[in-house]
């Protein structure tokens, strides 16, 4: 377990190095394959683990920080949650490394991009098998810093490096609160092995625990783009699609789901708990409305993502740690999915990302529609597909609390599995339906109202303002049509990993036994799966009297001119205006007022006086200095005067 | 010694203020100022030489003639110096000269 667990850590870890330090000398093929290749020598690591795998174990590698009490070392605990996770990540990564290969093909950059997509793989499996929170830290630190390098990759464009600052500064901000708490928690236990720390809540009581969970709760709020952090995930996408894969689906953005299943032993008081739950609920509803006004594809797929997570949140906050990573599961797969099937559309089109301008690729791209096909059932949690299963899973263990509260919680998340179901075959319709002729909306409008770095545009392969016609379409290479299909197989079969119990129990959740078994008769759990199911396919009912067949027409002529609501959602409820105008501007007031009154005004303006006085004093001074020799003479001779004078004083003192 | 100190001091001080007057007056001429300085020397010797009779003391005199030695020197620098000024400027004016001005 030992090697295994080091194989896991260290192959990414050397394939970025060894990428970094020399990947310029190699060639490109060399390098393409030392990226892909120890992702996936990572992943057989991490199945031989999983067959190796008995029970939850602890490995420490070495010392790491280590003074007075304070003891942090290199190690990794594997549990089922931490297994689970590994696997997804390793094998979607893997995936996501191939479809690189193909999509970064005519990217000149692609050293430093295939380094950090390794690096970011290795902070991602070590924030997930560390041991102690420092180390998980560590990992969660890593991970920020890959993403703000990967979003903002094209960097020698203002929007595409703001987009990455904006992801790091964003993040920062729950980074410190998660910072803080780990100290804390050292001052109160003594120790930072989160094993440890998960039997020891009993010891402090529960104001000062729930304070600890609204910590942690802000730390995952940044990292998994949860309401009120959530501003700098759509702005994510100014990236290269693999890596808002990457981001989306496998790793960083689920961290904070991860951090919260993981602690919840210790932070799980019923006021957490709630905060946690109605934290993923808001967040839920909020992306999924975003999501149905937006025209960009990319940022369409981001507030998806934003919804789902809000899902998983709910999930952990409802104690359901294994439905919540269920969910996480299944989402990595079919998030994946879509975007890497966004990225074959978004290469098709010559890098046209507004979905109002396509149209028709249902036949000049079968090889993509029909896995996007099966990863929007997914995301739609249309009947009998993984999504349905994991987002009923989530929202069956809300409804089992009972009371106003999670009731209330569990209405909300239901209207949001109808709103993502429209907004999922909203996007279907436009992209894949209609004809392939070419339909521009009589008004272009921006893509974003925000002006922030949305959409991508590849510094080297600038895309030719080429009319989206259909005989325009670039050939997608086959490499990354072919990563779709295992991907749709697994989003498809995903539920078969955690079947609810009528139909034979879930693997998952016997796997993860961190859960009792369902305290619902099988008939209720049969009934809410009915419900989630007729929400989900009357959402795709409503998006087909919307967009199907000739009201797709319609819709686009409407496109040029907004209504309200239409604006309002589609700059996702102008949240990063208020954010301009609450924190922003003052900020930016604050700062002007540092650097026009206090620098220039008083410091700068401080020497400059202080300069002038000396060098006026000096000039005085220096007009005493006549050059003639007679004046020197008589002040000398006065300067003897005194002298004396003073000698016959003294004397006669 | 029949003469005594007091005397010989005041006479000293009294050469020297005027020595001292010539300098500080006479600034049209750069020579005049060098006799000044010369008057101010003498002075010096007088006091040094009045010292040594009181006390019966060899090395006032001895300063006294190595005084001589230093001014005859310094005497013969100054003047080449003045030579050069004049010929420079064609003055003796000290106040001319005032290039190192601050």
Known sequence: MRLYLALILLLPLFGGTINLLVGRKLPRRVVEALACGVIWGSFAASVTALAAFRSPVKVEFASWLSDFDFRAPISLFLDPLSLSLILMITFVCGLIHLYSVAYMAEEAGYVRYFALLNLFVFAMLTLVLAENLPLLYLGWEGVGFCSYALIGFWYTEKKNADAGRKAFIVTRIGDTAFGIAIVWLFQLFSTESIVELNGMGFLMPAGVLTALGMLFLVGAMGKSAQVPLMVWLPDAMAGPTPVSALIHAATMVTAGVYLLARMLPLIGTPVVLAAIAATGALTAFFAATCALAQRDLKRLLAYSTISQIGYMILGVGAGAVSAATFHLLTHAFFKALLFLGAGCVITALHHEQDIFKMGGLRKSLPRTFWPLLAGALCLAGIPLTGGFFSKDAVLGTVWEHGGAFYGGLYALGLVTAFLTSVYTFRMMYLVFGGEDSNHPPPHPLPLTGGGEGEGEHAGTTPAPPLPVQGGGRKAVPRLMEYILFPLALLALCGGLLDLPSYLGGGLLDRFMTLKAAHAEGTAAEMLLQGLAGAVSLAGLAVAHWRYGGERRQARLAEAGTPSVLTRFLLHGWYVDDLYRLLFVRPFERLAGFFWQRVDVGIIDAGLDRLAALLGLSGERLGSWTTGRVSVYLLSFAAGLALVLVYMVWLLAG | ?102
Not at chain 2, 25 to 30: A, I, S
Not at chain 2, 78 to 94: C, D, F, G, I, Q
């Open chain 2, 1 to 102: 010694m029949i003469v005594p100190l007091v005397h010989v001091l005041v006479l000293a001080v009294i050469l020297f203020v005027l020595g001292l007057a010539c300098v500080l007056v006479w600034r049209t001429n750069v020579i005049m100022m060098l006799i000044g300085i010369e008057i101010m020397l003498n002075a010096v010797m007088l006091a040094f030489v009045g010292g040594a009779g009181v006390w019966h003391e060899a090395s006032g005199q001895v300063f006294a003639l190595m005084l001589m030695a230093l001014t005859s020197a310094e005497v013969s620098l100054a003047l080449a110096l003045v030579v050069y000024l004049h010929r420079r400027k064609n003055t003796v004016n000290a106040d001319e000269f005032s290039e190192m001005k601050g």
